[in-house]
Structures are given as structure tokens and as C-alpha cells.
């Protein structure tokens, strides 16, 4: 099974910066969509960006302008430079993945998610 590791989560004052990491590991052949959602209390979680294989990028209307999504396929990564962060950015960021893994010597395809880490902006 595909597993995900967050990091770069933390607190920092409103204005400021955060890059967040999630590194994939596991048996996989591909990945085809990587991105970022998140979960502020009392809400429900909500996209904030993606990007596929062919780099073509969705960002939240929120974050655009604000936040950089961005890919490296050899380690399996992908990142979320937060830039001009606002209390209101405050959440859970939650990483997901999807494409083909071969757990086994049987292919199939994956759809999995990080454990979370907290962005917490004060003001």
C-alpha cells in the first residue's frame, strides 16, 4: 500500500511562509494526480491545489496568487509553498495521491491520503 509522509507543517504569523512535503513511498509504477486539500474545524475538507503528471495545475481560487504548488517525479514528492498566509489558512493540510501501484506482482490502482499536518497562522 501506498504510504505518505508529510512535513513543513507549523505556526507562523500572518504574512509568512510555510513549504509543506509529502513524500510517497511504496511499490509504484505511476502517479497520475498529486495535491493538497485541508480541514479547519467545524468544516469540511476542501481542495486546495493539484497537479497531474503533465504538470497542468488547479489551485483553490482562495490560495491562487498566494500558494505554489509543485512536483519532483523521481523522489515521489510533491510540495505546497505557502506564501502571504492568512489566519483564515488555518486547517489540517491533508496530501493525496493516486495512480498504479504493484503491490505483489499484481497491478492495480491507488488512491491514498497522509496523515495530516497542522498550518496554524496567527494574526
Known amino acids: 500500500q501506498v504510504q505518505l509522509v508529510e512535513s513543513g507543517g507549523g505556526l507562523v504569523q500572518a504574512g509568512g511562509s510555510l513549504r509543506l512535503s509529502c513524500a510517497a513511498s511504496g511499490s509504484i509504477v505511476s502517479i497520475d494526480i498529486m495535491g493538497w486539500y485541508r480541514q479547519a474545524p467545524g468544516n469540511q475538507r476542501e481542495l486546495v491545489a493539484t497537479i497531474s503528471s503533465g504538470s497542468s495545475i488547479n489551485y483553490a481560487e482562495s490560495v491562487k496568487g498566494r500558494f505554489t504548488i509543485s512536483r519532483d517525479n523521481a523522489k515521489n514528492t510533491v510540495y505546497l509553498q505557502m506564501n502571504s498566509l492568512k489566519p483564515e489558512d488555518t486547517a489540517v493540510y491533508y496530501c493525496?495521491?493516486?495512480?498504479?501501484?504493484?503491490?505483489?506482482?499484481?497491478?492495480?490502482?491507488?488512491?491514498?491520503w497522509g496523515q495530516g499536518t497542522q498550518v496554524t497562522v496567527s494574526s
Open positions: 493525496n495521491t493516486n495512480g498504479i501501484e504493484i503491490p505483489r506482482g499484481y497491478r492495480r490502482r491507488f488512491n491514498s
